[in-house]
């Protein structure tokens, strides 16, 4: 079992920056893969970025060149790194877990699920 929680979230501005920090405790962190995930209101929770176990990152048309995603192993932590921030990234950010190397761009893929945090970026 895993349990994933993050932070990071918050308002900012157009154009700014955000990181967003995923802690990962229980089982064996370094050998899941790891994604992030937002849901803005009414909307279907989507797909963002994504590192395997491997390190292999994987990212959205809609964020690559703006957001970056890495990890720390040794500190169990999972991070996005969020530049040239805009309007529609406003959502509900979501950090997820699974011991699959497949299907890390689809919601299906992962077993486990942080809180989630709260990104709004203002006009």
């Known amino acids: 079992q895993v349990q994933l929680v993050e932070s990071g979230g918050g308002l900012v501005q157009e154009g700014g920056s955000l990181r967003l920090s995923c802690a990962a405790s229980g089982g064996t962190a370094s050998s899941h893969s790891m994604g992030w995930f937002r849901q803005a209101p009414g909307k279907e929770r989507e797909f963002e970025a994504a590192?395997?176990?491997?390190?292999?990152?994987y990212y959205a048309d809609s964020v690559k060149g703006r957001f970056t995603i890495s990890r720390d192993n040794r500190k169990k932590m999972v991070y996005l790194q969020m530049n040239s921030l805009k309007p529609e990234d406003t959502a509900v950010y979501y950090c997820?877990?699974?011991?699959?190397?497949?299907?890390?761009?689809?919601?299906?893929?992962?077993?486990?699920w942080g809180q989630g945090t709260q990104v709004t970026v203002s006009s």
């Open positions: 997820a877990a699974t011991l699959s190397g497949d299907g890390l761009t689809n919601t299906a893929g992962y077993a486990y």
């Open positions: 590192i395997s176990w491997t390190g292999r990152t």
